[in-house]
């Protein structure tokens, strides 16, 4: 990203995000307009970029926006993964139709994908069933998590029409039979706009459907849609680091005796900066070597928000403290699918 490029999304960070951070952790206030002016201001604009151009310039937004409110960062994810499903998909007419008000955040969008993920992975049972029909398909089942939601927001998902045929899709959350219910009772991250979502005999006509074959066109879009989260520990772990450093000199400099000081926590983070620098001089994205990277973020996030804690003392330890809220959004990035468990699995089971 540009330096100017850089300075405007510090300024929409600063106007836009800053003043509502506490709010989003507290009262689970959802910073859409933050999310809109980006939008506006044409950060999730693909034109003149290449793949690598803009994911690289997504991932800096992702993680700029973390180092102040991992629960909108995660937002900026929820629609970047969205986005990715549109930009692949290869129903031109439904490109079409979304994708310039995706990309200026007209339109608002999240992901269901974290079951089908877990599916393919054989981890749990897909959730949403597909029937076929008329014009299209009747869907039904619930996704007991999905972000970034709203009335007039759309989100992807994965829905089977039998155990070798599944179909994924992308729908508007004021459609007839999907019932949306707010969840806000999570130990943090509760203003991402997260709502169980029920389908009830949910018709999707076929203009929807991104890809009749769901698990072929996920296997495209993985490698995107796990680099976007890389950002999101990144930012954490920065803004750990840096809550670190300003209380070194408290009680005469004594967190200088606890096992976890900023150097080290640099190193990683640098290490990880330059595994991804090698993952992009690739000719493709290779979705295990990102694998590996979200999974060692993962364990540095943790490490990271726990440290932050120690070294805050009680000041820390105040509900509402910005210590507080990394941590628990630390723990929320563990569990973002895929978890820590489900790559554990897949990289070393
Ligand atoms: C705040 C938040 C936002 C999320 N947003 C999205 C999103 O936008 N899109 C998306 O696809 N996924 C979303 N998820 C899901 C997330 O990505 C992971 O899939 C999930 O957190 C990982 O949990 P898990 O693998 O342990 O499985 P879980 O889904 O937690 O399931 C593991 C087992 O626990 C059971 N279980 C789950 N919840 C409960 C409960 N409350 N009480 C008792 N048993 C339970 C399940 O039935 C299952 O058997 C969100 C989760 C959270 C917490």
Redesign the pocket.
């Known amino acids: 990203m540009t330096i100017n490029r850089t300075a405007v999304l510090q300024t929409i960070i600063e106007e836009q995000l800053k003043p509502y951070v506490k709010k989003v952790d507290t009262e689970a206030f959802y910073a859409e307009n933050f999310l809109r002016k980006l939008g506006e201001e044409g950060f999730f604009s693909s034109e003149n970029k290449t793949v690598k151009e803009y994911i690289l310039d997504e991932m800096v937004i992702v993680k700029e926006t973390a180092k102040v409110c991992m629960t909108t960062a995660?937002c900026v994810w929820?629609h970047l993964a969205a986005l990715t499903y549109v930009r692949n998909t290869k129903k031109d007419g439904l490109k079409k139709q979304l994708l310039p008000s995706l990309e200026k955040g007209e339109i608002l969008a999240?992901?269901?994908?974290?079951?089908?993920?877990?599916f393919y992975a054989g981890?749990?049972k897909l959730h949403l069933s597909a029937k076929p029909t008329q014009g299209g398909y009747t869907i039904s089942g619930v996704?007991?998590?999905?972000?970034?939601?709203g009335e007039d927001h759309w989100?992807g998902f994965v829905a089977g029409i039998n155990e070798n045929e599944q179909i994924m899709c992308i729908v508007p959350c004021n459609t007839k039979g999907l019932k949306l219910k707010e969840?806000v009772d999570?130990l943090?991250?509760?203003g991402?706009a997260?709502y169980a979502c029920s389908f009830t005999d949910v018709f999707i006509p076929n203009e929807w459907v991104l890809s009749e074959d769901a698990k072929g066109f996920i296997e495209e879009i993985r490698p995107a849609f796990l680099t976007y989260q890389i950002p999101l520990g990144l930012g954490v772990t920065q803004a750990s680091i840096s809550s670190i450093e300003i209380v070194c000199q408290r009680q005469n400099g004594c967190n200088q005796f606890l096992n976890e000081q900023p150097e080290d926590l640099k190193e990683k983070v640098e290490s990880i900066q330059k595994k991804l620098e090698i993952i992009f001089s690739g000719d493709r994205l290779n979705w295990k070597d990102i694998a590996a990277v979200k999974l060692e973020t993962s364990y540095l996030t943790l490490k990271a928000v726990q440290a932050s804690m120690l070294h805050n003392g009680s000041a820390g330890y105040i509900q509402d403290s910005p210590a507080s809220r990394r941590l628990r959004e630390g723990y929320?990035f563990a569990?973002?699918?895929?978890?820590i468990?489900?790559l554990e699995k897949m990289l070393n089971g």
Request: hydrophobic share 35%; charged share 10%; net charge positive.
């Open positions: 995660f929820c999240g992901t269901g994908l974290s079951n089908p993920m877990k981890l749990e996704l007991p998590s999905v972000s970034n939601l989100f969840k999570y943090g991250v509760n991402s997260t929320f569990n973002l699918a895929p978890t468990k489900h």
